[in-house]
């Protein structure tokens, strides 16, 4: 690789050999970390901060990482700005700012997807559409997110605007769809709000079907716009895989799947369960998973609308019985309610899932201080290379 050298101004002296890094913009960017570590550092460096932060709760076997650890984001999403002397550009937020640093390609996103990002930037140019200002509240234009089905190819695009009229909507849509045939849907989102959250409520399909799907671990699974698909397919396999290894089932439990998505963990184990309950509270999401249960013919699930902890109350409170409880909460973690619902419902063995290593050991902290469950194993999973992220699957069960 070119080495280079880096001079500070002010201090009008060298201040030593830094190597190019793979991302121009990573700097600004932030949203890799890693960027410029050797992939085996990566994951030795992960697994150091697991252990750390872990070991005390139980064994941390080495983390699984990827064989081809570039491009694995099947979504990706560009904010949209305009900016003077370069016009109408694409890209992410600056590190804890609403900066929009302009990218023309990313290490970590699906190659295709990014195409299809670039190509919306030209588009908008020819069409006279203008960028969404976040200040002012002028122009349409504000983020394009792309979902791509790893297996299947589906590629969904969805324009999220500032009002609900896109002009020229069904030539911008041919122009766009002549470009990448790939593409198999396209949905208008409308977000006027002052928020950091990229999706409004309202959405439109104008081509398609309005969803994509996908395959993982033997199922097919429709995805909406709204709804949480893991963003890496294949590091995605191994977690689950590990998680049912873990859940050791033999055809009888009965399985709570919380935080359970679109239904994917749920669904991926009920040929081996007696019957699956999965609790989420995203309704689009729900609605999914419903629908996934019958794309796959599975009848021994179902699916309930709800906060994770008011659910697994009410579950407790019926005294419902359950054998093996899988939790997957986001990076927030769960909930002293949740916890304590577990406590009293008392599965056999509880597979919690966790993105965030420091929530997993507060809640873990709690649970065992609370109740006679221990960690058994835990088993870091690489799903975000490149990133300081590392998802951790933990099996507890009771002494
Ligand atoms: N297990 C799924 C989803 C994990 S992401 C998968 O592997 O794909 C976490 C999920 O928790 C998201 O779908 C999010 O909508 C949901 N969620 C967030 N807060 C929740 C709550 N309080 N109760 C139930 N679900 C919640």
Same mark, same amino acid.
């Given at each position: 690789?070119?080495?280079?050298?880096?001079?500070?101004?002010?201090a009008?002296?060298?201040?030593?050999?830094?190597?190019?890094?793979l991302?121009?913009?990573?700097? +600004?960017?932030?949203?890799?970390?890693?960027?410029?570590?050797?992939?085996?550092?990566?994951?030795?460096? !992960?697994?150091?901060?697991?252990?750390? @932060?872990? *070991?005390?709760?139980? !064994?941390?076997?080495?983390?699984?990482?990827?064989?081809?650890?570039?491009?694995?984001?099947? !979504?990706?999403?560009?904010v949209?700005?305009?900016? =003077?002397? =370069?016009?109408?550009v694409?890209?992410?937020? %600056? /590190? +804890?700012? &609403?900066?929009? #640093?302009?990218v023309?390609?990313?290490?970590?996103?699906?190659?295709?997807a990014?195409?299809?990002?670039?190509?919306?930037?030209?588009?908008? *140019?020819?069409?006279?559409?203008?960028?969404?200002?976040?200040?002012?509240g002028y122009?349409?234009?504000?983020?394009?997110?792309?979902?791509?089905? &790893?297996?299947?190819?589906?590629?969904?695009?969805?324009?999220?605007?500032?009002?609900?009229?896109?002009p020229?909507?069904?030539?911008?849509?041919?122009?766009?769809?002549k470009l &990448?045939? /790939?593409?198999?849907?396209?949905? $208008?989102? #409308?977000?006027?709000?002052?928020?950091?959250?990229?999706?409004?409520?309202? /959405?439109?399909? $104008?081509?398609?079907?309005?969803?994509?799907?996908?395959?993982?671990?033997?199922?097919?699974?429709?995805?909406?716009?709204?709804?949480?698909y893991?963003?890496?397919?294949?590091?995605t396999?191994?977690?689950y895989?590990?998680?049912?290894?873990?859940? %050791?089932l033999t055809?009888?439990?009965?399985?709570?799947?919380?935080?359970?998505?679109?239904?994917?963990?749920?669904?991926?184990?009920?040929?081996?369960?007696g +019957?699956?309950?999965?609790?989420?509270?995203?309704?689009?999401?729900?609605?999914?998973?419903?629908?996934?249960?019958? $794309?796959?013919?599975i +009848?021994?699930?179902?699916?309930?609308?709800?906060?994770?902890?008011?659910?697994?109350?009410?579950?407790?409170?019926?005294?419902? %019985?359950?054998?093996?409880?899988f939790l997957?909460?986001?990076?927030?973690?769960?909930?002293?309610?949740?916890?304590?619902?577990?406590?009293?419902?008392?599965? *056999?063995?509880?597979?919690?899932i966790?993105?965030?290593?420091e929530?997993?050991?507060?809640?873990?902290?709690?649970?065992?201080?609370?109740?006679?469950?221990?960690?058994?194993?835990?088993?870091? #999973?690489?799903?975000?290379p490149?990133?300081?992220?590392?998802?951790?699957v933990?099996? @507890?069960?009771?002494?």
């Amino acid at each position: 690789m070119e080495k280079k050298r880096t001079f500070s101004r002010e201090a009008g002296r060298e201040t030593g050999e830094r190597r190019q890094s793979l991302c121009p913009v990573s700097k +600004k960017c932030g949203g890799c970390q890693y960027v410029d570590m050797p992939y085996e550092e990566q994951l030795k460096k !992960k697994q150091r901060q697991a252990e750390l @932060l872990l *070991k005390e709760f139980g !064994k941390v076997r080495p983390i699984i990482g990827m064989e081809q650890p570039a491009h694995y984001r099947n !979504k990706v999403h560009a904010v949209f700005d305009f900016q =003077k002397g =370069k016009g109408i550009v694409s890209g992410i937020y %600056q /590190e +804890k700012s &609403h900066r929009v #640093v302009p990218v023309q390609s990313c290490l970590l996103e699906d190659q295709k997807a990014g195409e299809i990002i670039l190509s919306v930037r030209e588009l908008a *140019k020819s069409f006279k559409i203008k960028a969404y200002n976040e200040d002012s509240g002028y122009g349409l234009l504000r983020h394009v997110l792309v979902r791509v089905g &790893h297996v299947t190819g589906e590629i969904m695009v969805v324009l999220v605007l500032g009002s609900p009229i896109l002009p020229s909507k069904k030539n911008f849509v041919n122009e766009l769809c002549k470009l &990448h045939p /790939e593409i198999t849907t396209i949905l $208008i989102n #409308v977000n006027n709000k002052r928020t950091s959250m990229v999706l409004g409520e309202k /959405e439109q399909v $104008i081509y398609g079907k309005g969803y994509i799907e996908d395959e993982l671990c033997g199922r097919r699974f429709k995805i909406s716009a709204k709804s949480f698909y893991q963003v890496n397919s294949v590091q995605t396999e191994a977690l689950y895989a590990k998680a049912a290894e873990y859940a %050791q089932l033999t055809g009888r439990e009965t399985v709570v799947d919380a935080y359970c998505g679109i239904g994917t963990i749920a669904l991926a184990v009920a040929g081996q369960a007696g +019957k699956v309950i999965g609790v989420e509270l995203n309704r689009d999401a729900v609605r999914d998973a419903v629908a996934n249960a019958r $794309i796959n013919q599975i +009848k021994n699930a179902d699916f309930y609308q709800n906060d994770a902890g008011r659910f697994l109350t009410q579950m407790a409170d019926a005294g419902e %019985q359950v054998d093996v409880l899988f939790l997957d909460p986001p990076r927030s973690g769960s909930t002293e309610e949740f916890l304590d619902a577990l406590i009293q419902i008392s599965p *056999k063995r509880v597979v919690y899932i966790s993105c965030e290593p420091e929530t997993l050991a507060r809640d873990l902290k709690y649970l065992t201080g609370k109740s006679r469950y221990r960690v058994r194993e835990m088993t870091p #999973v690489d799903m975000f290379p490149y990133t300081g992220n590392t998802e951790v699957v933990c099996l @507890l069960s009771k002494t």
